[in-house]
């Protein structure tokens, strides 16, 4: 989900940088810091949308270099447990699909043991097959339904692990009213 | 951050933390709008993604009609989390809404079926004449 929020952040200027345009320097030496990073408590940050407030410098002790807190509103995207949203699948192989919900990878297994994880379930319906091919893909019995690159689904997500610059998540198809929204090619 | 609090996370309860509790949340129709007025200045991957994303998955397209889906959806006592995923995803029917948002039947809300459907119609309304 993407949110509004306001974050704080300690940014360090070098004295040369000091004069009338000190504030500017400030702010775009913050959004070449801080847009697109990625944590896991915040999520990513898609852009910044405005400067709250700039508080008091501090000099640095033996640098000359002063600290500014600065408070500024940005746009995250943040993804949680248990969060429905709709995404495009970007790859599809034996092993299941992964799809993307803007900054955020989110792999559908179909594999039994998918250990690293501790998951042990099949998250892609039983119906469904995988068929190998130039375009791979998941397909019910009947043809009816198919998950192939740049399809549409709407998934669950069940899981998410966090490291230092990315946030990857586990998610499902296999639950009431989800699945597949629209297949590439068809009207959307 | 605590791996306790990690393991609390659930959307499904609104189990989302305190600090995004209270935040904005914001529909991908809004981000859009936010984008798209930013567009011009550097680029990087998780902006382009997003733009990309959010102008695929907005459900309105009309400032207008984006801004009277949120009047309407703030009428309804809902958390802001549960605001955008009705947002997002537009659900048709009772039972969907309930599947897509589950808090919404909890903590005691007047949620009947009777005023969920009154306004999933009215969604489906502002959608049709944007």
Redesign the interface.
Known sequence: ?????VLERNMQLHPRHFGRDLREKLVSKL??DV????S??HG????I?GIENVGKGLIRDGTGFVTFPVKYQC?V??P???????A?VTMVNKMGFFA????VQIFVSNHVSFRLLKFHLLLIPDDMEFQSGDMPNYTTSDGSVKIQKDS?V?LK?IG?R?DATEIFCIGTIK???LGVISDPGTTS | ?SAAG?EE?????L??GD??LK??????C??SL??ER?YD??Q????E??LQ??K??SRYKNPDAVRQVRELLSGYQLAE?EL??LG??C?ETV??AI??VPSIKSRGRVHDDEAIEKMLNDMSLIKKFE
Do not use: W
């Open positions: 989900m993407f949110f509004h929020i959004m070449k847009e697109g990073t990625c896991g408590r990513f940050v898609v852009a949308t746009v995207f943040r949680f447990k248990g969060e429905i949203l709709e495009v993307e919900a803007g900054p549409e709407r997500i998410t966090v639950d009431d009213f | 951050m990690e996370e659930n959307a499904a309860d189990k989302i600090e995004f935040a904005k949340c914001l529909m991908n809004e981000v936010i984008l930013k200045q550097l990087q991957i998780v902006f993604k997003s994303y959010v695929r998955f989390f955008c995923v997002n995803l659900p039972e969907e599947a897509m």
